[in-house]
């Protein structure tokens, strides 16, 4: 039985795009079907066996569409097997470190337990200063903030390995 996952992801400028790209290659390259959309191109959960979701991650917290799809799938996500993700730290060291112990929003949490992820983790974004409008010029500049791509696509790669193994091993 070919199992179905969804890899639903928000992006601002496109780095968590590449994670949720990467993450739907790698199912894929297990032997399992991986459809990786915009969180606002989903329309359905139905035909899918398991959910990765995962959001870039600005002052603490998920993008907004992110949320919304949370809330709107929760019944739904409860049914299912999920992972969730989250990109955004930047710079050298454990992201979890880098963002004082942060797992996932706060705010999001009770949705979160409810749900009961099978796996919630933290992966390290990439910031590209070009792309960045003159107030997020400005903030990095202020907090010193790191600069470059830091994501780690080795982990990247091996949990998306581990989610498929796990759904191959239930089925």
Same mark, same amino acid.
């Given at each position: 039985?070919?199992?179905?996952?969804?890899?639903?992801?928000?992006?601002?400028?496109?780095? !968590?795009?590449?994670?949720? *790209?990467?993450? @739907?290659?790698?199912?894929? *390259?297990? @032997?399992?079907?991986?459809?990786?959309? =915009?969180?606002?191109?989903?329309?359905?959960?139905?035909?899918?066996? #398991? +959910?990765?979701?995962?959001? #870039?991650?600005?002052? @603490?917290?998920?993008?907004?569409?992110?949320?919304?799809?949370?809330?709107?799938?929760? /019944?739904?996500?409860?049914?299912? %097997?999920?992972? =969730?993700?989250?990109?955004? %730290?930047? /710079?050298?060291?454990?992201?979890? *470190? =880098?963002?004082? /112990?942060?797992?996932? %929003?706060?705010?999001?949490?009770?949705?979160?337990?409810?749900?009961? %992820?099978?796996? !919630?983790?933290?992966?390290? @974004?990439?910031?590209?200063?070009?792309? =960045?409008?003159?107030?997020?010029?400005?903030?990095?500049?202020? +907090?010193?903030?790191?600069?470059?791509?830091?994501?780690?696509?080795? #982990?990247? !790669?091996?949990? #998306? !390995?581990?989610?498929?193994?796990?759904?191959?091993?239930?089925?």
């Amino acid at each position: 039985m070919d199992k179905q996952i969804l890899v639903a992801y928000a992006t601002k400028y496109g780095a !968590t795009r590449e994670i949720a *790209e990467k993450i @739907g290659q790698g199912i894929r *390259e297990s @032997g399992l079907s991986a459809d990786v959309l =915009l969180v606002k191109e989903v329309r359905d959960l139905s035909s899918y066996d #398991a +959910v990765v979701l995962g959001s #870039a991650v600005y002052i @603490g917290g998920w993008r907004k569409e992110a949320v919304k799809f949370l809330e709107k799938y929760e /019944g739904e996500l409860a049914e299912k %097997p999920v992972w =969730l993700f989250s990109s955004g %730290p930047v /710079g050298e060291g454990d992201p979890v *470190e =880098l963002l004082d /112990g942060w797992r996932f %929003p706060e705010k999001q949490q009770p949705i979160a337990d409810r749900i009961q %992820p099978r796996d !919630t983790v933290v992966f390290h @974004g990439s910031v590209d200063v070009e792309k =960045l409008n003159f107030l997020e010029k400005s903030m990095i500049n202020t +907090v010193k903030s790191p600069v470059g791509d830091f994501r780690d696509w080795g #982990a990247i !790669t091996s949990w #998306a !390995t581990a989610i498929a193994v796990e759904l191959k091993e239930a089925s």
